[in-house]
């Protein structure tokens, strides 16, 4: 197994994620944490948002958490041998206001990490564009949409149901047309 120092962006996630899971947590990496992975960095996040479908008990994580060196700096949880952070925001798993169905699960030499799906990626990143104008939310959709398989009548329906149809029809010519091809990572 690497060591901590060495590992990649998902490798860390993964690693995290399969941790929690044999300690019963059992948790959706989210967020810009996602792009990174899913564009193979051509968008950069230190931060690893998990969110955990049931009440997540702090105090359970934070001593989980030790056991493999991490230490609770605010709301964040580090390592002194990486730059990556990992957070957890409240719950429940959603990209606006609609709950996540599905989600995918990437194996990793360090373990498996399960995640938001591209389609969902990209719902996550328009919801921070549409509801805070934040367009580097927006570049960060249209690049996982450019290196994976995206729904984009999936993407519109939400869009809809956000109340930001329109928003998206302004926005959509921005997004392949073509299915990306290749792996995603």
């Avoid at 590992?7 to 948790?27: K, N, P, Q, R, V």
């Avoid at 925001?89 to 995640?115: D, H, I, S, Y």
């Avoid at 398989?149 to 302004?170: I, N, T």
Wanted: net charge negative; hydrophobic share 40%; charged share 30%.
């Amino acid at each position: 197994m690497k060591s901590i120092v060495e590992m990649t962006l998902g490798e860390f996630a993964a690693y995290i994620c399969s941790y929690l899971h044999e300690h019963d947590i059992h948790c959706v990496l989210t967020g810009g944490a996602c792009v990174s992975i899913y564009t193979h960095n051509q968008y950069r996040s230190f931060d690893l948002d998990f969110i955990e479908n049931s009440a997540l008990n702090r105090k359970q994580v934070r001593n989980i958490l030790a056991l493999i060196g991490f230490y609770e700096e605010d709301r964040y949880f580090k390592h002194p041998a990486t730059k990556y952070f990992v957070e957890f925001p409240p719950g429940p798993l959603a990209v606006g206001r609609e709950a996540v169905r599905e989600t995918v699960t990437l194996e990793f030499v360090t373990g498996k990490l399960v995640l938001l799906s591209p389609t969902d990626c990209v719902k996550d990143r328009l919801a921070a564009f549409y509801h805070w104008k934040d367009m580097q939310c927006l570049e960060q959709a249209v690049l996982v949409a450019q290196s994976n398989p995206v729904d984009l009548d999936e993407v519109a329906r939400w869009s809809e149901s956000e109340d930001k149809g329109a928003e998206f029809e302004r926005i959509k010519g921005r997004f392949p047309v073509d299915k990306p091809k290749g792996e995603r990572r």
